[in-house]
Each structure stands twice: as structure tokens, then as C-alpha cells.
């Protein structure tokens, strides 16, 4: 997965942290001016302000021993850490299916990534369904209808315009039925009236809580890495109407920055679960911290 990972962290690489690589390796200390110069740069790269106070401080405090920019990667790290298993639940969820809620706004990639998500689980052997519960845009029910297809996967559907909630409840029953293993909701991300869509989000959850209690078991919200520091405000929105165990980051070939995943980390506390590398059906990969930092602020292949 490093080779992956860091092949699709290039952009962020050879752009702002890279500058921030040069302006710390070799060096124990930092002048005022550095630091104020690292200030902007983590700034630039969409790390919060929060997030660049914490950094700037273990680069000036952390432990004697390392360099700057040591510092940085173990405070980067600590900042992402720790680590949740993002497996489907067991047994101990009171049954099957293991019912993940797919969240984002439309055009962050997420019914491709719930594509994404049901291809891989269905190739470590998991029967797996999706119900398209973003009735609204009728394309996104054809969409996830050819990722059901390519992965193997039953899929849920009903017209353009039905209820969300009653998609997702009859999805939730015919799981049930069919001794289903996870259960992929894809929802509908439409932001120009978040009352509305937080209304709908919140009876959604509860119709799958009232089929099956204690579901759904994990919220996960699909997130554009391009939408920098206003990923922050739509993940917030989405917490607020339903709870939100972790982060699809996608499009992170596409970024010159990456900070924003160490802005979530730090500022709303959901972790990256997942992150898409690519327009491929195996290019969403498990987030792993260390592989992360090592491929924002790494050396390329060839210099190591």
C-alpha cells in the first residue's frame, strides 16, 4: 500500500509539503522567521489553525533528540492516531447485516466510493447488498446499480422521488432475510437546504434503528480532499444530524495540499477511515497514519 499511497500523495509532495521537508530536515531549532514561514505553509496546506498550533509547538518543544522535522512527523502522527478497525462488525453486533450509512454531498465521489467500499468487501468473500437511498438524483441509483453488478452484490432500489427511509428500511429487512453480511446505504448529499437534508438523514437512521436496533453500525462520510477547509464545515453539518465514525477521503490524487485530513483529525475528532487514490475499483485503500505522513513528507522513491 506505501507505494500506493505515496504514488498518490505526489502533487501534495512537490507542493506545499514539500517546502515544509526542506524548511525542517537537518535542523534542530528553528529561527522566529522559520517558524513563521512553517506557520504558513501548514496554513496553506489546509491544516486548521488548530492543527498548525499543535505542530508549531512540538516543533519547537518536542523531544531533543529528533530534528524538526521528526518532530513533526511524530506529532502528525499523534494527531491521527489512533487507528480504529474499520472491519465489519462481528457477531457482537447482534447479527447481521453489519449496515454501514454512506454520507457526502453530491459530487464528493460518494456513491462511487460506496461502490468502491461493497467490490471490497465482496472480494474477502463478505456477501454484500446496497440500497440506493439517494432517490433523488436518478443517477445515482444507475450508478450504484453498475457498481452492485461489478462486485457481485445485491442492490436495493425503488423510483425516483420515494422515500429514503422506506428504500432503507425494506433494504435493512431483505438483508436480514438473505443472511446478508454488511449492508451499504447510500444516502443523498444535497446541501442547498441542510435543514431538510438533516431531517431526512436523522429518520433514515432511525427507520434502520427501529428494523434493526443497534443499527446502522457506522457512519461514513465520503469527503472531496480538494474542499480544504470547507470539508471541515460539511463534516460538521453531517455530524450534527447523524453520528459519524470516520472519513472516505477521496480525490487525494488530485490535491496539491492534504492537510485537511490532519484538520478533521484535530478539530472534529473523526479519523480518516478509508482513502481513494485513483478512479479504479481497487483504488480506495484502509488509511494508514504512518504510510500518510511518510508520503506527505517523505523522500520520492528514487531519492531514498
Same mark, same amino acid.
Given at each position: 500500500?506505501? =507505494?500506493?499511497?505515496?504514488q498518490?500523495?505526489?502533487k501534495?509532495?512537490?507542493?506545499?509539503?514539500?517546502?515544509?521537508?526542506g524548511?525542517l530536515?537537518g535542523?534542530?531549532?528553528l529561527?522566529? $522567521?522559520? &517558524?513563521?514561514r512553517?506557520? @504558513?505553509? /501548514?496554513?496553506?496546506?489546509?491544516?486548521?489553525?488548530e492543527?498548525?498550533?499543535?505542530?508549531?509547538?512540538?516543533?519547537?518543544?518536542?523531544?531533543?533528540?529528533?530534528?524538526a522535522?521528526?518532530?513533526?512527523?511524530?506529532?502528525?502522527l499523534?494527531i491521527?492516531?489512533?487507528?480504529s478497525?474499520?472491519?465489519?462488525?462481528?457477531?457482537? %453486533? $447482534?447479527?447481521?447485516?453489519?449496515?454501514? &450509512?454512506?454520507?457526502?454531498? %453530491?459530487?464528493?465521489?460518494?456513491?462511487?466510493?460506496?461502490?468502491?467500499l461493497?467490490?471490497r468487501?465482496?472480494? =474477502?468473500?463478505?456477501?454484500?447488498?446496497?440500497a440506493?437511498?439517494?432517490?433523488?438524483?436518478?443517477?445515482?441509483?444507475?450508478q450504484?446499480?453498475?457498481?452492485?453488478? =461489478?462486485?457481485?452484490a445485491?442492490?436495493?432500489?425503488?423510483?425516483?422521488?420515494?422515500?429514503?427511509?422506506?428504500?432503507?428500511y425494506?433494504a435493512v429487512?431483505?438483508?436480514?432475510?438473505r443472511?446478508?453480511?454488511? &449492508?451499504?446505504?447510500?444516502t443523498?448529499g444535497r /446541501?442547498? %437546504?441542510?435543514?431538510?437534508l438533516?431531517?431526512?438523514?436523522?429518520?433514515?437512521?432511525a427507520?434502520i434503528?427501529?428494523?434493526m436496533? $443497534?443499527?446502522?453500525?457506522?457512519? &461514513?462520510?465520503?469527503?472531496?480532499?480538494?474542499?480544504?477547509?470547507?470539508?471541515?464545515?460539511?463534516?460538521r453539518l453531517?455530524?450534527?444530524?447523524?453520528?459519524v465514525d470516520?472519513i472516505?477521503?477521496?480525490?487525494?490524487?488530485?490535491?496539491?495540499?492534504?492537510?485537511?485530513?490532519l484538520?478533521i483529525?484535530?478539530?472534529?475528532?473523526?479519523p480518516?477511515?478509508?482513502a481513494?487514490?485513483g478512479e479504479?475499483a @481497487?483504488?480506495?485503500q484502509?488509511?494508514?497514519a504512518?504510510e500518510f505522513?511518510e508520503?506527505?513528507?517523505?523522500?520520492?522513491?528514487?531519492?531514498?
Open positions: 500500500m506505501l =507505494r500506493a499511497l505515496k498518490s500523495l505526489s501534495a509532495r512537490h507542493g506545499v509539503f514539500g517546502a515544509v521537508a524548511a530536515s535542523k534542530r531549532s529561527s522566529a $522567521g522559520e &517558524l513563521d512553517l506557520e @504558513g505553509l /501548514l496554513l496553506s496546506a489546509d491544516v486548521g489553525v492543527g498548525t498550533r499543535r505542530l508549531l509547538q512540538a516543533v519547537r518543544q518536542g523531544p531533543s533528540e529528533l530534528d522535522l521528526e518532530r513533526l512527523k511524530a506529532e502528525m499523534a491521527l492516531a489512533p487507528k478497525d474499520y472491519r465489519p462488525p462481528g457477531g457482537e %453486533n $447482534g447479527g447481521k447485516p453489519a449496515v454501514w &450509512l454512506i454520507l457526502g454531498v %453530491n459530487g464528493s465521489g460518494k456513491t462511487t466510493s460506496a461502490g468502491k461493497g467490490s468487501l465482496a472480494g =474477502r468473500g463478505l456477501k454484500v447488498m446496497m440506493a437511498a439517494d432517490t433523488y438524483r436518478a443517477a445515482a441509483g444507475e450504484l446499480a453498475v457498481w452492485a453488478d =461489478r462486485a457481485g445485491e442492490l436495493v432500489a425503488s423510483k425516483p422521488g420515494a422515500d429514503p427511509a422506506a428504500v432503507a425494506d429487512a431483505a438483508a436480514q432475510a443472511g446478508t453480511d454488511v &449492508l451499504l446505504v447510500d443523498a /446541501l442547498h %437546504n441542510k435543514k431538510h438533516q431531517d431526512e438523514l436523522r429518520k433514515i437512521h427507520t434503528g427501529k428494523r436496533p $443497534g443499527a446502522p453500525h457506522l457512519g &461514513l462520510l465520503v469527503m472531496d480532499a480538494a474542499t480544504g477547509q470547507s470539508g471541515l464545515a460539511q463534516a453531517f455530524s450534527q444530524a447523524v453520528p470516520g472516505v477521503l477521496t480525490k487525494l490524487d488530485g490535491t496539491a495540499k492534504g492537510g485537511i485530513v484538520a483529525a484535530q478539530e472534529l475528532g473523526i480518516v477511515a478509508w481513494g487514490t479504479g @481497487g483504488d480506495l484502509e488509511f494508514d504512518e505522513v508520503g506527505l513528507l517523505g523522500r520520492d522513491d528514487a531519492e531514498a
